[in-house]
């Protein structure tokens, strides 16, 4: 235990068990955000292959036509749609947009800024990236 | 574990048994901390603070927890308690559906000895903000003797006077688990408290202690702040209602 801090640390942070569907979204959307940086650096080393010719951008773009490039990609579009729709809604949130008004509070305190509006935004973007992700699925398989 | 007692005598036909495990720890002289597990008795009424107290008084008096009022006003009592921060005072035993129930200091606080935790930084961060109204005149002397407000007015931000400063918000943030410097939710919703305040004339020096990367623009909505609120005051929304402000959203 640190006890100068006694910090939760990276796993307290990550940990998406305790506090729910908002704490999944929260996960989800750093994971994300962090899977879509790493594939931007990949992307502008793949574009780059085009300064090796034609032969050198075709020998790479092979890779994506493969099973594990498909599996890829789709991780990519999963990763996108979800990023997208839900940060829509924690931009919206962060500009205090839906989050509910000041009132007394009554027990047992529901707390308003974790309203249905806010759930339904995080369940629709991760159905949108389901969605998105079997669209592709279909599309780079059904070739 | 180190420890297995029970208590034998005097038993209420009424009362059922839980093991009540306690995280042990003092930084003074302990390398690492320990569960100790004691199997105590409980009635449908009986708080986790009842529960600890009576280890305290059968089989451990060394067992250290913070606590005061024992009805959710003082804010001393705060500690997880199975994973979750609640306030010992405000959880009842059979509300939690476990046999098994742990205790452990808050997070993200120095622990002084096993559940009592240092308030120090939540106290300094909340002495920042400046937790007053600021105002060049006082009632003291104005004609009228007091600061009129209209219902509506006091609605903005009486929800966020109900802080208790128990921590619990800090506790389950999960910036707050990786960021030392960040202010916390506790003092961000205070923050809003004032600037709501009709009353209030401070706004500029308040928003300028908070506009910092390890302010307000540190916190991601996650509301786990909120969903551990004992009193309902859901730090959340006052910092998205802030940072609204702040950002040109709302007046």
């Known amino acids: 235990m640190p006890q100068d801090e006694h910090r939760e640390g990276i796993g307290g942070m990550i940990n998406p068990t305790r506090y729910g569907i908002e704490r999944v979204a929260y996960l989800l959307m750093r994971l994300s955000g962090l899977g879509l940086l790493a594939y931007f650096v990949a992307h502008i080393y793949e574009t780059s292959n085009i300064l090796r010719g034609q032969v050198g951008w075709n020998e790479f773009l092979e890779l994506t036509q493969t099973t594990g490039g498909h599996i890829f990609l789709a991780i990519v579009i999963a990763m996108c749609v979800f990023h997208t729709v839900n940060g829509i809604r924690v931009m919206l949130g962060h500009g205090g947009v839906g989050v509910g008004k000041p009132a007394r509070p009554d027990y047992p305190y529901d707390p308003a800024s974790q309203n249905y509006r806010h759930k339904i935004g995080i369940y629709s973007s991760i159905v949108l990236a389901a969605v998105a992700t079997m669209y592709g699925l279909a599309v780079m398989f059904g070739e | ?251």
């Open chain 2, 1 to 251: 574990m180190a420890q297995v007692s029970s208590i034998s005598n005097e038993q209420s036909p009424t009362a059922k048994s839980i093991t009540l495990k306690i995280l042990r720890y003092n930084p003074k002289h302990d390398e690492s901390s320990q569960f100790m597990e004691f199997d105590v008795q409980y009635e449908k009424w009986t708080t986790v603070l009842d529960v600890i107290l009576d280890v305290k008084k059968y089989f451990d008096h060394s067992v250290a927890v913070r606590y005061s009022c024992r009805q959710a006003t003082c804010g001393s009592c705060g500690m997880i308690i199975n994973g979750k921060p609640k306030l010992a005072c405000f959880t009842k035993i059979s509300e939690l559906n476990s046999n098994v129930v742990t205790v452990e200091p808050m997070k993200n606080f120095p622990v002084i000895r096993d559940l009592a935790v240092k308030f120090e930084k939540l106290f300094d961060s909340h002495q920042k903000i400046k937790p007053y109204l600021i105002r060049d005149d006082t009632e003291l002397v104005s004609d009228e003797k007091e600061f009129l407000q209209t219902p509506k007015e006091v609605e903005q931000y009486i929800q966020f006077a109900n802080c208790i400063k128990c921590g619990l918000c800090n506790s389950a943030c999960p910036t707050m688990a990786t960021d030392s410097s960040f202010v916390g939710p506790q003092a961000l919703a205070q923050a809003y408290r004032y600037v709501a305040d009709s009353r209030d004339k401070g706004k500029d020096s308040r928003l300028k202690m908070i506009d910092d990367s390890h302010g307000i623009w540190r916190c991601h909505f996650a509301g786990s702040c909120s969903q551990v609120c004992p009193k309902g005051v859901d730090p959340a929304m006052g910092i998205q209602l802030l940072r609204g402000y702040m950002l040109g959203f709302s007046s």
